[in-house]
């Protein structure tokens, strides 16, 4: 059972219904609700259900299971730190007791009753139980990390990024397990393999070969901005194409075109006389661990044979 803090119903909650909705409020709603009492209702077939899954007490919002899943999370006002959910808690220490309490945002509480441990013996079976499992996968440039802790304190009293790590163990170790302690295995490795497709299509590239006669300023933002010559420039192209260094500036751009114009998203600033340079479209089975702004050894090839542009790993 999960129990949403009241700033995570808020958000849910909170969400502007779209234009020609067909719901007002003026007049009573004549349909009953569904039943069991205390429950969220949702349409079913054009009437009103409820799940004992999900209830609302006036206070509290319970439900056996949420997900959310969401591209370019877009919550908050600052471009420059989105996210797919806000939990914000403020607190004035009214509802708690005067002595040692505590004061929590966030709680998880995993109790589990039945498992497996098996190991050796004709069957190899052991069950992991993680309260909070946290992966991150990135395809992605850019500075990567799984969690991110900040802890300002103003006034008397301890502050800590950490409260005590406590672990209590009652049982014994049987083969395959790996012991006590904070953590179990620590690695940090390069991949041990190299990362190869094939390609699905024959590759493509433009004719384009000019450079930007103004300056451009990043943005998330399509911009439109002038050129030399547009001639050939259609499809990807890539901006700031330069001979590897350790500031590189290079992107790979989709772009359309216009006399003397091309149109794009330029994540990079860029400068007037910046060389705009074909892009060579490679389809494959997969970008799966590829990453952006990863070179091959056949695109490297492919450069030295055909002085080819950088080439930028892009999901399309």
């Not at 295995?185 to 094939?198: A, E, F, P, R």
């Not at 943005?219 to 001979?243: E, I, K």
């Not at 490297?300 to 399309?316: K, T």
Request: aromatic share 6%.
């Amino acid at each position: 059972m999960f129990v949403l803090p009241t700033s995570l119903i808020l958000f849910l909650f909170q969400i502007p219904l779209p234009s020609g909705s067909g719901i007002n409020n003026s007049g009573p709603i004549t349909n009953n609700p569904g039943s069991p009492d205390t429950s969220v209702q949702f349409n079913c077939s054009g009437s009103f259900c409820g799940s004992s899954d999900l209830t609302w007490t006036g206070v509290q919002l319970s439900t056996i299971g949420l997900s959310v899943d969401k591209l370019n999370p877009q919550v908050g006002n600052d471009a420059g730190n989105r996210r797919a959910i806000d939990i914000n808690c403020k607190s004035n220490s009214t509802t708690s007791n005067s002595n040692f309490s505590d004061e929590n945002c966030l709680q998880l509480v995993q109790t589990n009753v039945m498992g497996q441990n098996v190991y050796g013996g004709g069957t190899q079976a052991k069950k992991s139980f993680i309260p909070l499992n946290i992966g991150t996968v990135n395809n992605a440039a850019g500075q990567r990390f799984v969690t991110a802790i900040t802890n300002t304190c103003y006034g008397m009293g301890d502050c800590f990024l950490h409260a005590a790590d406590t672990l209590t163990l009652a049982g014994a170790n049987i083969d395959g397990d790996e012991g006590q302690g904070q953590g179990s295995v620590s690695y940090i490795q390069q991949q041990q393999n190299l990362t190869t497709t094939t390609l699905s299509a024959v590759p493509t590239i433009n004719t384009c070969a000019t450079t930007i006669t103004q300056n451009i300023v990043g943005s998330q933002n399509s911009q439109t901005v002038t050129v030399a010559s547009s001639t050939g420039c259609t499809g990807w192209v890539v901006l700031g194409h330069a001979v590897p260094s350790g500031h590189p500036n290079a992107e790979a751009v989709n772009i359309t075109v216009a006399a003397g114009t091309i149109t794009g998203v330029f994540k990079n600033n860029h400068t007037s006389g910046d060389v705009v340079s074909p892009g060579i479209l490679i389809t494959v089975a997969s970008t799966a661990k590829f990453g952006i702004g990863c070179l091959s050894i056949l695109a490297l090839r492919l450069i030295q044979l055909e002085q080819s542009p950088l080439f930028q790993v892009v999901d399309l």
